[in-house]
């Protein structure tokens, strides 16, 4: 098992008023720090954590820099990007890109994608399926063997 | 002793260079009368103009808390429209009003997209951002005939263009969202997204990280091609600069425009369509920043 993040259900607990929308660096901060006291305190191996989108209406470029981009950071953790639609990937991936950073992006269907900096993305790719935390499916596609 | 500043006719953000040469003529230590009897059309960005005028000439009047004087316009349709646009809820604080303005609550449905908004908080952004996408998507996915994904990169153009007011301007502003006709260039529908404050604007900002690495060449003009073209940022945290660059993705995708006009200078991005310069110095002097973004309607940028 992988620690589970939903995005929405911080940024509720985050803010006083019914919130759809990730915007605003001081949302985004606040957001990325209750994500990492929940990941500090977790019982579950952080190295490899979902953060799941579903629900967040909008996220716009400084929260995806303040939450995404920040946590890859340190690069302690590898993030796998679930429920992100086309809009959010707009706001995710050239942040990633513009930082040198990568994360992968679960689609609907399991598989994954490398998102963000080529480089970063290809190395991320590899050291995954090293770790076997990741593994390519016959079709040629990438796929976690943690649920 | 009251000094006069003329409201263009029809303000713009081209006869906005008219506005703030009167605005700069008049200067400071006197009380301002901003005339706009005569007004007959006023965009977005003129609005919000004139309320950042108001703002500044409130600070730097003769006895500081006295407040310029502004004329309403006599024309009832523009009267209306200035009403129905939240102008003058929010002027109400600046200014002292004289002429008739209606009772009408500002549109809850129409062209104006976004109502004229002050902006001085993050909380201000989350309201603006939750509320033209309430009021706005159909219309921007239906007469724009704006895919439903352009719908959200405007609300994320929208959210940065807003928090540049919060993070930079070191005061309050405002922004505007309406849908309307373009005859300039276009003859077409565009959605046009204004911004404006009164604050310290992008050379005074960006001045103690940027100012030595430009020079000699440093001044407003340089500031604005750092932060625009360059995408700096005050702030030495490599994520910085995100903002202006994110919107200057989303227009490039979409076509759209931007212009950042702060102290004595302008820049613009400038897609086919439109034949703005794309960088002007030696401007009359205004206070604070404003921003003008266009998105036009799809499939109609073929002049």
Redesign the interface.
């Known amino acids: 098992m992988i620690p589970h993040i939903h995005v929405h259900a911080v940024l509720q607990e985050s803010?006083s008023?019914v919130?759809?929308?990730l915007?605003?660096?001081?949302?985004g901060r606040v957001v990325r720090e209750r994500i990492e006291r929940a990941l500090a305190t977790t019982s579950l191996d952080a190295a490899v954590t979902r953060i799941d989108f579903t629900g967040v209406?909008?996220?716009?470029?400084?929260c995806?820099?303040?939450i995404v981009?920040?946590l890859l950071d340190d690069g302690r953790v590898v993030l796998v990007l679930s429920g992100v639609?086309?809009?959010?990937r707009?706001?995710i991936e050239?942040?990633l890109a513009?930082?040198g950073l990568a994360a992968l992006l679960e689609r609907r269907d399991g598989e994954l994608e490398a998102l963000g900096a080529p480089e970063a993305a290809a190395a991320l790719v590899e050291v995954l399926v090293a770790r076997r935390v990741a593994t390519r499916t016959p079709g040629g596609t990438l796929a976690l063997t943690l649920a | 002793m009251t000094r006069l500043v003329e409201v263009p006719t029809h303000f713009d953000d081209r006869s906005f260079e008219q506005f703030a040469a009167a605005y700069a003529a008049a200067g400071d230590g006197t009380r301002l009368l901003f005339d706009a009897h005569a007004a007959e059309w006023a965009s977005p960005y003129g609005l919000v103009g004139l309320l950042a005028a108001g703002e500044a000439a409130q600070a730097g009047g003769a006895s500081g808390a006295e407040r310029p004087l502004l004329t309403a316009p006599t024309h009832t349709e523009v009267l209306s429209y200035w009403t129905r646009a939240g102008f003058f809820l929010a002027a109400a604080e600046l200014f002292e009003i004289h002429g008739k303005v209606p009772r009408v609550k500002p549109a809850s449905e129409s062209d104006v997209l976004l109502p004229v908004t002050p902006v001085r908080a993050a909380e201000d952004v989350h309201a603006v951002v939750s509320n033209l996408q309430q009021r706005a998507s159909a219309i921007l996915t239906s007469e724009l005939a704006l895919d439903p994904k352009a719908t959200m990169g405007f609300a994320m153009a929208l959210s940065e263009a807003c928090q540049n007011i919060v993070e930079h301007a070191g005061t309050g502003g405002w922004v505007a969202v309406q849908a309307y006709n373009w005859r300039r260039k276009l003859a077409r529908r565009v959605v046009v997204i204004a911004v404006a404050d009164a604050g310290v604007g992008f050379r005074h900002s960006l001045e103690p990280t940027q100012g030595k690495r430009f020079g000699a060449r440093w001044g407003d003009a340089a500031a604005l091609e750092a932060a625009l073209i360059q995408g700096v940022s005050r702030f030495r945290d490599p994520g910085r600069g995100q903002g202006l660059a994110g919107i200057r993705r989303y227009l490039a995708r979409w076509d759209g425009k931007i212009a950042i006009r702060s102290g004595t200078a302008r820049i613009a991005i400038v897609p086919k369509w439109d034949d703005d310069v794309p960088l002007q110095e030696g401007l009359s002097p205004f206070p604070g920043a404003q921003v003008l973004i266009i998105i036009p309607e799809q499939g109609s940028t073929t002049r």
């Not at chain 1, 915007?23 to 949302?27: D, E």
């Not at chain 1, 639609?85 to 959010?88: C, F, T």
């Open positions: 803010v008023e919130c759809l929308d915007v605003t660096r001081p949302t209406r909008c996220i716009d470029y400084s995806a820099d303040e981009a920040k639609s086309d809009g959010h707009e706001a050239p942040v513009s930082r």
